[in-house]
């Protein structure tokens, strides 16, 4: 469908020089740090592939990596479900639909840090609402700054308040496209519920899943400023996941070495999973 | 069928909950946040929004970064445009590869980028402009304003192209005139999303500013952290935060769903 055109190179020459700019001199900058070992007065030694083998061999490293890992799983075994279960309930037409939509959007569209910032306020004993409720009516002994369980709670529920409405959204768009005359058919021939949802519901919405897992994905393993607002990872190290553990060594400790090694270890698992999610989510429309 | 519409509604209350909370919170003083649990503010006070819109650190702070948000959002359309509409119609050496390395970028975490920008826009002089700022977001936003885009110039027949040439009309104005015109939808919704993933990004924004160009996020940690805990003050400042998103949500209403799916259902 689509014609053989070199020419069109000119109408991606912007793009690629802005995102060549962008990416490019601060990925070469990275990997320039990453091989070097520096004691100041900008005089840089050649350090070759040490800096990897001592971050790969890391207790830190490896801990905050399990850390990140078991975050991104529980982020995406709640809300892919969640997200479906609200998309399916929604109403499809009407006054309503509108006013759901922007109020489901609306904490996509709040500053990072002022998410962080709100929960704090919003679960701290004795003065926050959830805090309060915990301690005071509930009983249960709550406390973000001491135990590391409720820190972890509490970075796991403000992702899901964060972002479970990007899943809806997209489920919800999927569902929208659906002609009426499916369900009737389906209707028609007795179908229950559940097979509406897999034979006809779950099909229409797979591309958009596609996108919203890998996004989620993304999105959560890269996650900083909310983390580190609320908790700033502790108690102790309890919740440092690895972008909070990367800036602590590269602007804390100013590690530049150790620290651009690191980022480029990442950047690899992102780009990895990532495709590895791609090729298995596409692959029975290759076939 | 009232069963069903429960979920959205206690979806809804969970989400609304912690942003009532920042709202009651910023109307309240100092004295009877720290004094014990209100559900509704008992001495009802403006003076949090008072001295944010007297104080000119405070203000500032929102204009600039409203400032490098729209020349962030202007200046990614523009340039995804062109390379959407080749995306969309041409096949050409490399294409694919070269999509699928702009998609990676949207896959690289801003911490490994903070320190590496701050040398790069240091080293260029333009450490602690609006530019730095919304050059430094384009890195994300232009990848994801490319992919919203070819998605909705897909669904456009090229035969409306063809008609035009044959029609006498020259690429520009065929571009303007009648192109444009036909995916209106895909660019706000583009642009909306240009907005949002530089208004809520705030690591390489706080990074990148020192005085000038200083974002309202790094004016609300340094009052965290400098003066005492002033957290109605906090809380006004996080609610005003919310109103710029939520007026451009507003705008882009009828088109949410699809536009969050990328045009792509």
């Given at each position: 469908m689509r014609t053989e055109n070199q020419k069109a190179w000119f109408f991606v020459l912007p793009v690629l020089a802005l995102v060549a700019f962008n990416a490019l001199v601060p990925m070469m900058t990275v990997v320039n740090y990453s091989v070097q070992e520096t004691f100041g007065n900008n005089q840089f030694f050649w350090e070759g592939l040490g800096w990897f083998e001592q971050i790969l061999r890391s207790d830190r490293f490896q801990a905050a990596l399990g850390r990140q890992f078991l975050f991104t799983f529980l982020i995406l075994i709640i809300e892919v479900p969640l997200g479906i279960i609200v998309a399916l309930s929604?109403?499809?037409?009407?006054?309503w639909v509108p006013v759901c939509l922007v109020l489901m959007a609306?904490?996509?569209?709040?500053p990072w840090n002022v998410v962080g910032s709100m929960w704090n306020i919003f679960t701290l004993p004795k003065i926050g609402l959830m805090g309060y409720f915990l301690n005071d009516v509930l009983g249960i002994n709550y406390d973000m700054t001491q135990q590391p369980l409720s820190a972890w709670i509490t970075v796991i529920v403000m992702d899901v308040w964060h972002w479970t409405s990007l899943v809806v959204l997209l489920c919800y768009a999927g569902l929208v496209s659906i002609p009426d005359a499916y369900y009737q058919a389906a209707k028609i021939d007795g179908a229950s519920p559940w097979s509406v949802f897999r034979y006809i519901q779950l099909p229409k919405m797979k591309t958009v899943l596609t996108i919203a897992i890998l996004l989620r994905f993304m999105d959560s393993f890269n996650i900083y400023t909310e983390p580190f607002v609320l908790t700033g990872g502790g108690p102790g190290n309890s919740t440092t996941l690895l972008s909070i553990d990367l800036v602590k060594i590269a602007?804390?400790?100013?590690?530049l070495g150790p620290a651009a090694a690191m980022s480029l270890i990442y950047f690899a698992i992102t780009l990895l999973v990532s495709w590895v999610f791609y090729t298995l989510m596409t692959k029975d429309d290759a076939q | 069928m009232k069963k069903r519409s429960l979920i959205p509604i206690l979806y809804i209350a969970f989400l609304m909950l912690p942003i009532y909370w920042l709202v009651a919170m910023s109307f309240k003083t100092t004295n009877e946040i720290l004094s014990g649990f209100s559900l509704?503010?008992?001495?009802?006070?403006l003076e949090n929004y008072v001295t944010i819109f007297t104080d000119p650190t405070w203000y500032w702070g929102y204009i600039n970064s409203i400032i490098y948000v729209t020349m962030n959002t202007v200046l990614s359309v523009c340039v995804a445009l062109p390379a959407a509409y080749a995306f969309s119609r041409y096949r050409f050496l490399g294409d694919k590869q070269l999509f699928f390395w702009l998609l990676t970028n949207r896959m690289a975490p801003a911490a490994v980028f903070a320190l590496p920008f701050f040398q790069l826009y240091s080293s260029i002089h333009l450490?602690?402009?609006?530019l730095a700022v919304a050059l430094a977001h384009t890195l994300f936003n232009v990848p994801l304003a490319v992919w919203i885009l070819e998605g909705f110039m897909r669904g456009i027949p090229k035969e409306l192209d063809e008609t035009a040439y044959v029609d006498g009309y020259s690429f520009p104005r065929f571009f303007v005139t009648i192109f444009l015109p036909n995916i209106k939808a895909g660019v706000g919704v583009a642009a909306f999303f240009c907005f949002m993933f530089s208004w809520v990004e705030m690591l390489l924004a706080k990074t990148l500013t020192a005085v000038e160009a200083k974002p309202i996020a790094a004016v609300m940690t340094r009052t965290a952290s400098?003066?005492?805990?002033?957290l109605g003050l906090l809380a006004a400042a996080g609610t005003l935060t919310i109103i710029p998103g939520a007026i451009v949500i507003w705008f882009v209403r009828n088109y949410i769903a699809r536009g969050f799916a990328m045009g792509r259902v």
């Open positions: 929604m109403p499809r037409k009407g006054f609306l904490p996509m569209l709040i602007l804390g400790q100013f590690d | 509704f503010p008992q001495t009802f006070t450490f602690d402009t609006y400098s003066a005492g805990y002033e």
